[in-house]
């Protein structure tokens, strides 16, 4: 009942008062990003699978210019990211606009992080049961590792949330990524400034 419900019902309030009281953060944040991007923009707007693997367009920070190489193509992320960029992501700052996601419905507070489109073919069965709620701000897997654990166990970690939601637990994960937001655990994946691609399962 809570998962398919109430649970709803809690992000909208949620999400309606987290947006009023950090307001102020996004506006001061969204100042310094655009001057930091050099005025290019201030959002980053992308378009991910949802629940039952609909469409949406997830709205964040964008913390990362579009500078290109000689080639044309864009250059390699840690190169694009700006000192800015970093402490936002740091501090998960840029994940603050989804905030509209969640009161538009297309996104929960807590749920499976919302993943790229071209992920959908390469998930295993068990794998894609992940999109059975809505994606969240944060989740379980980001409090038992973010982007410092494998796709495998990720993807894992989602299902058993599908499995495990109750109210209780989505207050354990909001207490736990407070934890982690202080503590700046797993923000990167060892070695690189974002997390690597999801290549398949071999």
Same mark, same amino acid.
């Given at each position: 009942?809570? #998962?398919?419900?109430?649970?709803?019902?809690?992000?909208?309030?949620?999400?309606?008062?987290?947006?009023?009281?950090?307001?102020?953060?996004?506006?001061?944040?969204?100042?310094?990003?655009?001057?930091?991007?050099?005025?290019?923009?201030?959002?980053?707007?992308?378009?991910?699978?949802?629940?039952?693997?609909?469409?949406?367009?997830?709205? &964040?920070?964008?913390?990362? +210019?579009?500078?290109?190489?000689? !080639?044309? &193509?864009?250059?390699?992320?840690? !190169?694009?990211?700006?000192?800015?960029?970093?402490?936002?992501?740091?501090?998960?700052?840029?994940?603050?606009?989804?905030?509209?996601?969640?009161?538009?419905?297309?996104?929960?507070?807590?749920?499976?992080?919302?993943?790229?489109?071209?992920?959908?073919?390469?998930? +295993?069965?068990?794998?894609?049961?992940?999109?059975?709620?809505?994606?969240?701000?944060?989740?379980?897997?980001?409090?038992?590792?973010?982007?410092?654990?494998?796709?495998?166990? &990720?993807?894992?970690?989602?299902?058993?949330?599908?499995?495990?939601?109750?109210?209780?637990? !989505?207050?354990?994960?909001?207490?736990?990524?407070?934890?982690?937001?202080?503590?700046?655990?797993?923000?990167? #994946?060892?070695?690189?400034?974002?997390?690597?691609?999801?290549?398949?399962?071999?």
């Amino acid at each position: 009942m809570y #998962k398919f419900l109430f649970k709803r019902i809690f992000d909208f309030i949620f999400a309606f008062i987290l947006f009023i009281v950090f307001f102020p953060i996004l506006l001061i944040t969204a100042i310094v990003l655009g001057i930091a991007n050099r005025n290019i923009h201030v959002f980053f707007i992308q378009v991910r699978p949802g629940k039952d693997g609909k469409l949406f367009s997830i709205l &964040k920070f964008k913390t990362m +210019t579009d500078e290109k190489g000689a !080639d044309g &193509k864009l250059l390699p992320d840690e !190169d694009r990211l700006t000192a800015v960029g970093k402490i936002v992501r740091a501090i998960s700052l840029d994940e603050l606009p989804q905030l509209i996601n969640v009161l538009k419905g297309d996104m929960a507070l807590i749920g499976p992080r919302p993943l790229l489109v071209q992920y959908l073919p390469l998930y +295993t069965k068990e794998q894609s049961r992940r999109h059975e709620v809505r994606p969240g701000i944060t989740g379980w897997a980001q409090c038992h590792g973010r982007n410092a654990i494998s796709w495998a166990e &990720k993807f894992e970690l989602d299902v058993w949330y599908v499995d495990h939601c109750s109210f209780l637990l !989505d207050l354990k994960i909001v207490a736990l990524t407070v934890w982690k937001v202080f503590s700046r655990e797993g923000v990167t #994946k060892e070695g690189q400034a974002t997390t690597d691609y999801f290549n398949g399962n071999n």
